[in-house]
């Protein structure tokens, strides 16, 4: 699916377009290569002045949900990067599949299966895939949340 | 680590103790057997009327940050089953070790990895290892949130 972007809109807020809006509970099955079924996936080919290679996945609470978080799932592709950027909105982020690294408050932190990172109000940080497979990662947020603004680079 | 436990708690809320309040960004290290470096995991052993053989780890969300949402890893020893119960509160369910069933308003769903759940408000649900290995799973959910309901055995 190719979604009109625009140039200057953070990585983290990249828009998804579900098929339909669901309700009830579900279950979203996960399928080879990092995808879930009934799930649109932005696509990976895009880019803007501040990120490269970054695919989002909506799963759970941009459909009708009444959580007060959002789940969703970013996949950054090889070489690629998220937008480097603060907020006051904070992150949870839970590492699904390869190796990457996230800059944080000016600190470089390799990560891996399983590793969490919470981002903290107002701290500049970005996630880098510097390996030869893609890496993907939970990110949790609130719902109601702030803009980002982008940070100069590194 | 001991914590003693109210028999009628459900198994969702099963309370952890963290070692300290937590402040400001941080990597939370992935460790082997799906423990993570500094958080407290509730005794595997304990069990109450309701559930059996689940332990609980709180990642982000319990520990000074100001989320409006919990993050949490759960896992169900082989042979153990989470309580069951409805509440108004929603749940946010990934898969990240091996196998379970969910019961989901009167329907049994296989559950492997990253298979994700969302349970509607008032749904009746519960998680269930019948597998010889630990079934693990995170757990997100408002973190203002209503008590659960035990429901009868189904």
Redesign the interface.
Known sequence: MKIPTDPAVSSCELPTHAAST?????????QRD?R?EGIPVSEYKQSAESWYGVARMA???ETG?????H?RYFEIAPGGFSSRESHRH?H?V???RGRGV?E??GER?E???????????H?V?QFVNPTSEPFGF?C?V???RDRPVLAPPS
């Open positions: 669901l309700a009830g509970s579900r279950v979203l099955r996960f990092y879930w799963l759970v609470g949900e009444r959580t007060r978080f789940v904070e949870a839970i590492v699904l996230v944080l408050g932190h990560l891996g299966f399983g590793d969490t990172v919470y981002v903290a109000p701290e940080h939970l949790i609130d719902a109601e």
